[in-house]
């Protein structure tokens, strides 16, 4: 099992609302935009690996729960640092226990099968009846999302479609543009055919409770993460400390990584009409590479969060998710539903329940795709987060990306049949402090 969890390592699998004020805070708190410099590469990484998403556990008896670490039944306290599973400390970040498996690796949290190329992704969540149909995970070819951007290979250019031109209603109606660039996520999935959840019971912010007898996603198609872009994305997940007071330590893999994601993203339709909206707008000029380098400093440049420089970014804060250690711990950040699934399989993430919609009769169920929602992270509670279910990862950079540079704070627009705020809220002036969907009905 050893050689199967460095195996994995080596190709680099990433493991990745209404009342959210994460960001509000942040952003009055301008704390220096220090970026990491290439300063030695680590030796050891955290990183929630792949390895340790791995075959289903034995179900045990009807209510019963994951232990995870020494956590106990809705105690919102903060956990000790032990109880951050499959996680190591970081070189040139605070000392905090994190626990490191041997030569570095972080330890997997269950068993699981290999079949050649292919990892079986299954369910560590024992509060769920029945046990998920296992997915599986191509990984045969991501070895090479290491390597220099310029060497790898992309999926095409979409340069000669017609609807990536954005119309002048457009351009002076940022609600009318995020409703074009829902129509051009032709890579979101379909609710009931790519996946299925189970909402479970709803309840309010602020009650305890869990409410949800089984885990928010109950099946994710086999070929998800055979989409480019999808695949580019989880290699990402793995890159960051969850802790908020951890320095990051940015490595040229990770930087290959995230150039790669980049151009990748770049090929599709909402981020050529991302491109043309700005470019039309003239907060860019028309050079591409420059744009994509704007891109990459957006989301991934560091800066700094919770009084230690260099501990956060735009791209860990709202698709990762960070905890505040601070009194008894606090989840910030987390919106992206593919970080949300693939924590809640390994265990780490439990569900309890979505939050009661301001309207009666509006009650989300397994074809919603915006969901405000209450669950744990490592054991710390996050009361209140909202986010868009099924997208791609391409259609949410775009998305808020445009939020940033042509609305303000609040910004009210329509997504398909959501009716939605894209919450946007900045770290200085020019760095994404947080920003996330908040239902509107």
Not at 91 to 114: C, K, L, T, V
Not at 270 to 289: H, Q, T
């Amino acid at each position: 099992m050893e050689g199967l969890i460095r195996g994995l390592l080596d190709v680099a699998l990433g493991g990745g609302g209404a009342g959210d004020d994460d960001g509000r805070r942040s952003h009055r708190r301008r704390e220096g935009g220090e970026e990491a410099g290439d300063g030695g590469e680590r030796e050891e990484r955290s990183r929630s690996s792949w390895a340790e998403v791995v075959a289903s556990g034995e179900n045990d008896a009807e209510g019963d729960r994951p232990a995870r670490g020494d956590q106990r039944r809705h105690d919102y306290s903060r956990p000790q640092p032990h109880q951050y599973q499959g996680y190591e400390q970081r070189p040139g970040a605070p000392s905090s226990g994190w626990e490191a498996g041997d030569e570095g690796e972080g330890r997997a949290s269950g068993g699981g099968r290999s079949e050649g190329d292919w990892e079986t992704v299954g369910d560590h969540h024992k509060k769920q009846h029945q046990p998920r149909p296992p997915a599986k995970v191509e990984m045969g070819h991501w070895g090479g999302y290491k390597r220099p951007a310029s060497e790898q290979q992309y999926t095409p250019d979409v340069d000669n479609r017609d609807d990536i031109e954005p119309t002048q209603e457009e351009l002076h109606d940022l609600s009318k543009a995020c409703s074009r660039l829902w129509e051009l996520d032709l890579n979101r999935l379909v609710p009931g055919k790519d996946y299925e959840i189970d909402c479970g019971e709803g309840k309010k912010v602020y009650q305890k409770q869990d409410m949800a007898s089984a885990s928010l996603f109950s099946r994710l198609g086999d070929d998800v993460f055979r989409r480019p872009t999808y695949s580019r994305f989880c290699s990402l997940l793995d890159n960051y400390n969850p802790s908020q007071g951890s320095r990051e330590v940015v490595t040229s893999e990770e930087k290959h990584e995230q150039a790669a994601f980049i151009e990748e993203i770049s090929r599709t339709a909402p981020i050529k009409y991302l491109y043309k909206c700005l470019v039309s707008k003239r907060i860019i000029s028309s050079d591409y590479e420059e744009f994509k380098r704007m891109l990459t400093g957006l989301w991934f440049d560091l800066y700094g969060r919770g009084g230690v420089s260099g501990s956060s970014s735009a791209f860990e804060h709202v698709f990762v998710g960070e905890i505040k250690e601070q009194g008894e711990g606090e989840v910030s950040g987390f919106h992206n539903w593919i970080q949300f699934y693939l924590e809640e399989a390994k265990g780490r993430v439990d569900y309890h329940g979505y939050i009661f919609p301001r309207r009666r009769g509006q009650d989300p169920d397994s074809e919603t795709q915006l969901l405000t929602i209450q669950f744990e992270w490592n054991g710390v509670l996050k009361a209140v987060s909202s986010t868009l279910i099924g997208v791609s990862p391409e259609f949410e950079v775009a998305l808020y990306t445009l939020c940033f540079f042509l609305g303000g704070e609040d910004n009210h627009v329509c997504l398909g049949p959501y009716s939605v705020n894209i919450k946007c809220y900045r770290h200085g002036n020019d760095r994404i402090g947080s920003v996330f969907p908040v239902s509107q009905d």
